[in-house]
């Protein structure tokens, strides 16, 4: 190893993060070469300096003022509290929420069949198609196929 | 919670020695674990350990000094936190903490990857590839990192050394 090589890998071999034989061509050149050694010197010098930094001592109670923290927080755990959305201070959500469901349900049951291959509107079934069924008579359970209404009937079916 | 409490209670000190040494302030060092401590509670149900835990928390502080780097220049070292050894004279001591007060200067001015792999490096004895899980590289870009640091810093404390 020359010079360059060697002192590219002062600071590993200090750390002890050379491998084995790289570590012993480095401890091989510092022998022999001065300069690499004086390098070497300087930069345990520096490294005692850095390690003289000081730190910093855990304030008393503050494990305990983390957990205050926390229990003070709505996500305590990626999970929403039930009782947290029930609180006088959620109504915003709660309006938020029902009025988010409620668009949801009167857009799928106005899309009707307009979503899946293949699904054929209410309005192109003609009378003449109708007749040859034997529907049953329940509004709730004409849904076209691949319509949002009958994948909601089916979810319903299945929660029942 | 309780376990939640004891765990903050094992990890808090090397967190803290971690952030304040980046950040150079007790109080923004303070916010930033206790920060790190909700985010990683929050993250809960997702945690899958691939690493010690102490690795992902540093992860989670690093990211978090990053974020008050960003929002103000480091800040100055807290005179509360000098080395203070009893043992010795004034003169000497006075003398200790300009010391200090420079290299921590130069520490401040890295960039901060570099200044993080040194604070982990040095103050937390992390290998070379925990600092790489930690700051989301290579060993050998962890090396680089340190490498760069001490030119830098045997360029500003050249006087020191």
């Given at each position: 190893m020359d010079c360059r090589e060697v002192q590219e890998r002062l600071n590993a071999y200090l750390d002890g993060e050379l491998p084995t034989e790289a570590r012993a061509l480095v401890r091989e050149h510092l022998t022999a070469c001065q300069r690499c050694a004086a390098e070497l010197g300087e930069l345990k010098q520096l490294n005692c300096g850095i390690d003289s930094l000081a730190g910093m001592a855990a304030p008393t109670g503050f494990a305990q003022r983390v957990r205050e923290a926390a229990e003070r927080s709505p996500i305590r755990s990626g999970v929403w509290s039930f009782s947290e959305f029930l609180a006088p201070g959620r109504a915003p959500v709660r309006v938020a929420a029902v009025v988010m469901a409620a668009v949801?349900?009167?857009?799928?049951?106005?899309?009707?069949?307009a979503i899946g291959p293949g699904a054929v509107s209410v309005e192109e079934?003609?009378?003449?198609?109708?007749?040859?069924?034997?529907?049953?008579?329940?509004?709730?359970?004409?849904?076209?196929?691949?319509?949002?209404?009958?994948?909601y009937l089916a979810f319903a079916a299945e929660t029942e | 919670m309780d376990a939640f409490e004891e765990l903050v209670r094992r990890h808090q000190q090397r967190s803290l020695h971690v952030a304040f040494r980046f950040l150079g302030d007790r109080t923004r060092a303070e916010d930033v674990v206790q920060d790190a401590f909700l985010k990683i509670l929050a993250a809960a149900p997702r945690y899958r350990?691939?690493?010690r835990f102490s690795t992902y928390l540093f992860s989670v502080v690093w990211h978090l000094c990053v974020d008050q780097h960003r929002r103000k220049r480091p800040g100055r070292l807290d005179p509360e936190a000098q080395v203070s050894d009893p043992g010795k004279g004034p003169d000497v001591r006075l003398e200790d903490?300009?010391?200090?007060?420079?290299?921590?200067?130069?520490?401040?001015k890295l960039p901060p990857r570099q200044r993080m792999a040194l604070v982990l490096k040095h103050f937390e004895a992390m290998s070379y590839e925990e600092i790489?899980?930690?700051?989301d590289c290579s060993p050998r870009?962890?090396?680089?990192?340190?490498?760069?640091?001490?030119?830098?810093?045997?360029?500003?404390l050249a006087d020191l050394l």
């Open positions: 949801g349900l009167a857009l799928g049951m106005a899309m009707g069949g079934t003609t009378t003449a198609e109708l007749e040859g069924f034997d529907l049953y008579v329940d509004p709730l359970s004409a849904a076209p196929s691949g319509s949002v209404t009958e994948v | 350990p691939t690493a903490a300009e010391r200090a007060e420079q290299v921590r200067a130069a520490v401040d790489g899980h930690a700051l870009a962890v090396d680089a990192l340190l490498v760069r640091a001490k030119r830098k810093l045997k360029e500003d």
